[in-house]
């Protein structure tokens, strides 16, 4: 009987274990999703970023939750620009109606304790001057 009961300690302990080691992946996944959308978010904050894009990655270090997560953003791509709707065009020179583009944003966010990497792509429309023209 002590033997049985010793059993069911160690496979009650080990149980309870395996829970929390799922339960903090599932954290520092959820951490390492914030911390990328935190750093598309600073991206996104710079209008430079859309006038001359980086042709190269750009980083960020964001501690979320008391961990800090090594931010990744990959050169935003423009994937097609319209003039913006609901403008009269001005008859005068450099007049005319602005110009909405859609950007595409990735950044990946690693966490090197846990071994935490999660990807995350955001769409964005930009309002840019007159005549503005993707620059891929």
Same mark, same amino acid.
């Given at each position: 009987a002590l033997v049985v009961l010793t059993l069911l300690a160690v496979v009650a302990i080990r149980s309870a274990t395996l829970g929390l080691r799922i339960g903090g992946n599932a954290q520092a996944a959820l951490e390492a999703e914030a911390a990328a959308q935190a750093g598309i978010d600073r991206f996104? $904050?710079? %209008?430079?970023?859309? !006038?001359?894009?980086? $042709?190269?990655?750009?980083? !960020?270090? %964001?501690? %979320?939750g008391g961990r800090t997560y090594r931010v990744t953003i990959a050169p935003p791509s423009c994937k097609g620009s319209v003039t913006a709707p609901g403008y009269s065009l001005v008859i005068k020179p450099g007049g005319g109606a602005p110009v909405d583009q859609v950007w595409q944003i990735s950044a990946t966010a690693t966490q090197s304790l846990f071994g935490a990497s999660v990807g995350v792509v955001q769409g964005v429309k930009v309002r840019m001057p007159?005549?503005?023209?993707?620059p891929n």
């Open positions: 996104l $904050s710079n %209008i430079a970023n859309f !006038e001359t894009p980086p $042709s190269n990655n750009t980083f !960020e270090n %964001i501690t %979320i007159v005549g503005t023209a993707c």
